[in-house]
């Protein structure tokens, strides 16, 4: 009964959360106008817009192998599907629902540990994803982009997203599995959980390899630049469908705004932060209203119809299920199915091998 209590408190939360989000949509963003602007659009450029926005993704999932360091030999194919799957999650449930997705199905497909994907998906790639930003900040000041009223806060965030990359690093590099269970009243851990909980973390920090390793590091962040500056493009292109009279830097922006507005999970697919935000930011930046709210409203419709059909699509091509990524535990052995010849790595598991795990 408290369960029951509970989740329906959560749902009405939710509910009452969204509804406040919608009313502000409607309140600050007049849709009527927005959507006569589309009759106006050229919407010739939406493919291309599109096709870029996917080839983003396709090098964020590059990134995301080099994340994989001791599981290279992973098929990019079959991440990117992963990958794709779980952009969909995130665009139609809450609380980064899709994070979980990837590393269950990756986890579940490839063998390879949870702990160590955990690491990559809400760490390694959260941290890159920062410095990144930090970089395009720049280059977006250098191209003089960045309205004066504005500067503080996107500086800020910079600084911010520096220092959440120095701390990850410097954690990557020196904590040991050891000295955190020791933090831990021994009277807690019996001796074969305090053994489970190193494997655990050993695994975390193996996830966290591109953070102390250079050769790793390099080309990670040239790929997270590149990958993002490519999803700008593909916001330049749907600025111009629009007709909007902006420079480059003025996308960076824009696309910056976006993804940090939807990456708090507050309604499903950020509908109303992302169109308020957007819209807001573009009106700062010199356009009229009613075009800002027609492009705000236009590129979020067609990223989420995108969005979704790329990954029912991917679904279909990898013969995936929702029982396949919506699921909780491991399957048996005997009814788990063998993943892909072309993608074999050790078993998934959180325990290290028998070498490092006790002495004999």
Same mark, same amino acid.
């Given at each position: 009964?408290?369960?029951?209590?509970?989740?329906?408190?959560?749902?009405?939360?939710?509910?009452?959360?969204?509804?406040?989000?919608?009313?502000?949509?409607?309140?600050?963003?007049?849709?009527?106008?927005?959507?006569?602007?589309?009759?106006?659009? *050229?919407?010739?450029? %939406?493919?291309?817009?599109?096709?870029?926005?996917?080839?983003?993704?396709?090098?964020?999932?590059?990134?995301?192998?080099?994340?994989?360091?001791?599981?290279?030999?992973?098929?990019?194919?079959? %991440?990117?599907?992963?990958?794709?799957?779980?952009?969909?999650?995130?665009?139609?449930?809450?609380?980064?629902?899709?994070?979980?997705?990837?590393?269950?199905?990756?986890? *579940?497909?490839?063998?390879?540990?949870?702990?160590?994907?955990?690491?990559?998906?809400?760490?390694?790639?959260?941290?890159?994803?920062?410095?990144?930003?930090?970089?395009?900040?720049?280059?977006?000041?250098?191209?003089?982009?960045?309205?004066?009223?504005?500067?503080?806060?996107?500086?800020?965030?910079?600084?911010?997203?520096?220092?959440?990359?120095?701390?990850?690093?410097?954690?990557?590099?020196?904590?040991?599995?050891?000295?955190?269970?020791?933090?831990?009243?021994?009277?807690? %851990?019996?001796?074969?959980?305090?053994?489970?909980?190193?494997?655990?973390?050993?695994?975390?920090?193996?996830?966290?390899?591109?953070?102390?390793?250079?050769?790793?590091?390099?080309?990670?962040?040239?790929?997270?630049?590149?990958?993002?500056?490519?999803?700008?493009?593909?916001?330049?292109?749907?600025?111009?469908?629009?007709?909007?009279?902006?420079?480059?830097?003025?996308?960076?922006?824009?696309?910056?705004?976006?993804?940090?507005?939807?990456?708090?999970?507050?309604?499903?697919?950020?509908?109303?932060?992302?169109?308020?935000?957007?819209?807001?930011?573009?009106?700062?930046?010199?356009?009229?209203?009613?075009?800002?709210?027609?492009?705000? $409203?236009?590129?979020?419709?067609?990223?989420? $119809?995108?969005?979704?059909?790329?990954?029912?699509?991917?679904?279909?091509?990898?013969?995936?299920?929702?029982?396949?990524?919506?699921?909780?535990? *491991?399957?048996?052995?005997?009814?788990?199915?063998?993943?892909?010849?072309?993608?074999?790595?050790?078993?998934?598991?959180?325990?290290?091998?028998?070498?490092?795990?006790?002495?004999?």
């Amino acid at each position: 009964m408290t369960g029951n209590r509970l989740r329906t408190a959560r749902i009405g939360f939710q509910i009452l959360l969204t509804a406040g989000f919608l009313g502000l949509l409607a309140w600050r963003v007049d849709i009527g106008e927005a959507f006569s602007t589309f009759s106006d659009a *050229q919407w010739a450029w %939406l493919p291309a817009g599109l096709i870029i926005f996917t080839l983003s993704k396709a090098l964020h999932t590059a990134r995301w192998r080099i994340f994989l360091g001791s599981h290279r030999s992973l098929p990019l194919s079959g %991440l990117f599907g992963i990958f794709l799957i779980h952009n969909m999650v995130n665009a139609v449930l809450l609380l980064r629902a899709g994070d979980v997705v990837r590393i269950q199905t990756t986890a *579940q497909r490839y063998k390879i540990a949870r702990s160590e994907l955990t690491a990559t998906v809400v760490v390694v790639e959260s941290v890159l994803d920062g410095l990144s930003f930090a970089l395009l900040v720049a280059v977006a000041f250098a191209l003089g982009s960045i309205p004066g009223s504005l500067q503080a806060a996107f500086w800020t965030l910079a600084g911010l997203a520096l220092l959440g990359f120095a701390l990850s690093t410097i954690a990557a590099r020196w904590i040991r599995p050891e000295g955190l269970v020791a933090l831990v009243p021994q009277r807690w %851990l019996s001796e074969e959980r305090r053994r489970g909980v190193v494997a655990s973390l050993d695994r975390f920090l193996d996830g966290m390899r591109s953070l102390r390793e250079w050769r790793l590091a390099a080309p990670a962040i040239v790929l997270s630049v590149t990958g993002w500056l490519m999803e700008a493009w593909a916001y330049w292109c749907f600025g111009q469908a629009f007709g909007l009279d902006l420079g480059f830097g003025g996308y960076l922006l824009i696309m910056m705004t976006a993804n940090f507005v939807v990456s708090i999970p507050i309604t499903p697919s950020g509908i109303g932060p992302f169109e308020v935000a957007t819209q807001e930011l573009i009106v700062l930046l010199g356009e009229e209203r009613a075009l800002a709210a027609g492009f705000a $409203i236009g590129i979020h419709l067609s990223f989420i $119809i995108w969005i979704t059909l790329t990954g029912l699509a991917a679904m279909w091509l990898m013969r995936l299920r929702p029982s396949d990524i919506f699921y909780l535990s *491991q399957p048996p052995a005997a009814e788990a199915r063998p993943p892909p010849a072309e993608a074999e790595s050790p078993p998934a598991t959180d325990v290290v091998p028998p070498s490092r795990e006790a002495p004999p």
